[in-house]
């Protein structure tokens, strides 16, 4: 069964940085585009950035554009989203998704992990 | 950015029951729409893409339609397992999601 695994959440302050990682298994990752969403507990779904398959291509929502990086590797199946110069504004659950069609990168998220949770507080 | 409006917010509706929700987009994004299933406290499945594409393994009684500006999703006999929450999201350009709707028994 496909499966994402994310880690790397916590309690951070303002303006210090994280690095979030997301472990995926039983499927070939490196076909496949990846993409990171975040959800406040109670709330809707914001997307936060894509990668191609190749790294080829990068994209970021306007409200974290210049301070989270997304990135892979592909020899270790992992996805990772740095994320820096935090705000209160970013604690959300960071879940990480894999598009649902190969060498595609239509932004369709068929396999999501459980999430890992990120609290920016003072 | 391309906002998406769904409506109902929240929608009660009956088992059996045949129900649509409909997703507003502010401007033209042909069909390239997804729709997402929530269940509370677990992460979201996708259940139609291109506006109309039925996912592997997703019941029939799933169906959406619709192009352009807007589209809707139908479940055409409410089972148990439907009650959730539900979201669009377009795919034209940067994705944005629909504030979701609550489907409740």
């Known amino acids: 069964e496909v499966h994402l695994v994310e880690s790397g959440g916590g309690f951070v302050q303002p303006g210090r940085s994280l690095r979030l990682s997301c472990a995926a298994s039983e499927f070939t990752f490196e076909d496949f585009a990846m993409h990171w969403v975040r959800q406040i507990p109670g709330q809707g779904l914001e997307w936060v950035a894509s990668?191609?398959?190749?790294?080829?291509?990068?994209d970021f929502a306007d409200s974290v554009k210049g301070r989270f990086t997304i990135s892979r590797d592909n020899a270790k199946n992992s996805l990772f989203l740095q994320v820096s110069s935090l705000r209160v504004e970013d604690t959300a659950f960071y879940y990480c998704?894999?598009?649902?069609?190969?060498?595609?990168?239509?932004?369709?998220?068929?396999?999501w992990g459980k999430g890992t949770p990120v609290t920016v507080s003072s | 950015a391309i906002h998406l409006t769904q409506s109902p917010s929240s929608l009660s509706a009956s088992l059996k029951d045949r129900v649509t929700i409909t997703c507003r987009a502010s401007?033209?994004?042909?069909?390239?729409l997804a729709w997402y299933q929530q269940e509370p406290g677990k992460a979201p499945k996708l259940l139609i893409y291109?506006?109309?594409s039925l996912e592997r393994g997703v019941p029939s009684r799933f169906s959406g339609s619709g192009s352009g500006t807007e589209f809707t999703l139908t479940i055409s006999s409410l089972q148990p397992e439907d009650f959730a929450t539900y979201y669009c999201q377009q795919c034209n350009g940067s994705p944005t999601f629909g504030q979701g709707t609550r489907l409740d028994i």
């Open positions: 998704a894999k598009e649902s069609r190969p060498w595609k990168y239509d932004f369709y998220m068929d396999v």
């Open positions: 990668i191609t398959w190749n790294s080829d291509a990068t």
């Open positions: 291109d506006a109309s």
């Open positions: 401007q033209d994004i042909r069909s390239a």
